[in-house]
DNA sequence: GTCATGTTTGATCGTTAGATCAGACACTTG
DNA sequence: CAAGTGTCTGATCTAACGATCAAACATGAC
């Protein structure tokens, strides 16, 4: 009865139910995204959703949990790669990992951005539960560096929202993109060109202009 | 029987339909607005949102092509005010005034995000009719500074995401900025000083790091 | 092989969605 | 004041939603 999936095949289905929510829900909104279509992305009937999932809520929660932690493995790992890197090489080549990961998973700001237009109890668990650690790793990282006199302070919601909002939104936007330029913005070529124009404008901020 | 409005109170309440639509069509999306929910705000009941509007579909667009030609407006009138300055300087400063249009009607963004993550018969409508529009004048009039050495070029791809995604993000997620920050973005201090950085980060696109 | 437990399904409940329609109301015109 | 047109409402239709449940199925343990 519980849904404590403990054999192979439950897990396997519980993953599948994952990521086609993870890619409704961001795409289409949590009312947009209707269970019966989650169920049918990922191969199985409707009533398995509530087997394994308590509800849609919890359902959502665990998609946001399960991408949420992949992309903090993802910044770990790079982050242990560049032991001895000095901190404002380090966190150049952070913000770029954080614009190839937007690209390679954006579903992530496309949910984050579903729930911030609007107040309510899915925003609140969502900022308190994953996007704060995110935001004060960034807003204290840019701060030492402001105090180490290597950047130009600038202030927090400010800075966030530029490196987020910079950094992701064409990712976000994938398809309007296509349509609108006809370039295609997953490409290497583009997330790597994308990257080094984020980090060039950055970490420039303001020097004065000529 | 046709929805063509002529008495004065017709207007009106076709007006506050309007506005209440535009709220709720970026808040949630366009799924999770329902004509009640929007009928309820304006202070009417649900049958007059089909009296005045063929359908859901004829109201979303509706409200998008009430919201873009303010817009339109905005910059045409913003553009006029600036006969005789030289075109970057123009440049900079309609940058300033569609991020200060950005502040003030944050349902522009949200709108168009909201169906840019999903390709859909919608997406097509909102960028053949409104977005292509703001898309080519844009890249045109960077083109045109570039090619006179100005600033330094940069692909229309990239460059018209970094102007909408810089500029607009934080507007866009305002209840995530305050929840997160706490701050207000959409106070004049906190407006004028994003506008700034945003103008200062773009036309100093690549001009060489230290 | 039988049993127990975890997994999956078909049928169905109550609710809410967008849409429709007949009729009531309000205002203007003659 | 009577006729006509534009505006608005209550009642209601069908479809789709999230959720529930009994029953079927599959798998590993004994």
Redo the contacts between chains.
């Keep these: 009865m519980a849904a404590i999936a403990s054999r192979p095949a439950g897990l396997e289905t519980r993953r599948a139910i994952l990521d086609a929510a993870l890619d409704l829900f961001?795409?289409?909104?949590?009312?947009?995204a209707s269970t019966r279509a989650i169920a049918g992305i990922a191969g199985v009937t409707q009533p398995l959703v509530n087997y394994h999932f308590a509800g849609k809520e919890e359902l959502w929660r665990a998609a946001a949990d399960d991408l949420f932690a992949r992309l903090g493995a993802s910044m770990q790992q790079r982050l242990e790669g560049l032991r001895g890197v000095d901190e404002l090489t380090t966190a150049k080549l952070l913000v770029r990992h954080f614009v190839e990961f937007s690209a390679a998973n954006p579903q992530l700001h496309?949910l984050?951005?579903?729930?911030?237009?609007?107040?309510g109890v899915r925003?609140?668990w969502l900022?308190d539960t994953h996007?704060?650690p995110l935001?004060e790793n960034t807003v204290a990282t840019f701060g030492r560096l402001a105090a180490a006199g290597q950047i130009v302070a600038?202030?927090?919601?400010?800075l966030?929202?530029?490196i987020?909002?910079?950094?992701?939104?064409?990712f976000?936007?994938a398809?309007?993109?296509?349509?609108?330029?006809g370039?295609d913005?997953f490409t290497p070529e583009?997330v790597s060109?994308?990257a080094d124009?984020?980090v060039?404008?950055?970490?420039?901020?303001?020097?004065d202009?000529s």
Excluded: N, W
């Design positions: 961001s795409a289409r909104s949590f009312d947009g496309r984050i951005m579903q729930e911030s237009k609007q107040a925003l609140d900022v996007v704060r935001y600038v202030a927090p919601a400010h966030y929202y530029l987020t909002g910079a950094g992701a939104t064409v976000v936007m398809p309007e993109c296509v349509r609108l330029t370039v913005p583009f060109a994308h124009l984020v060039d404008l950055l970490f420039r901020i303001p020097t202009p």
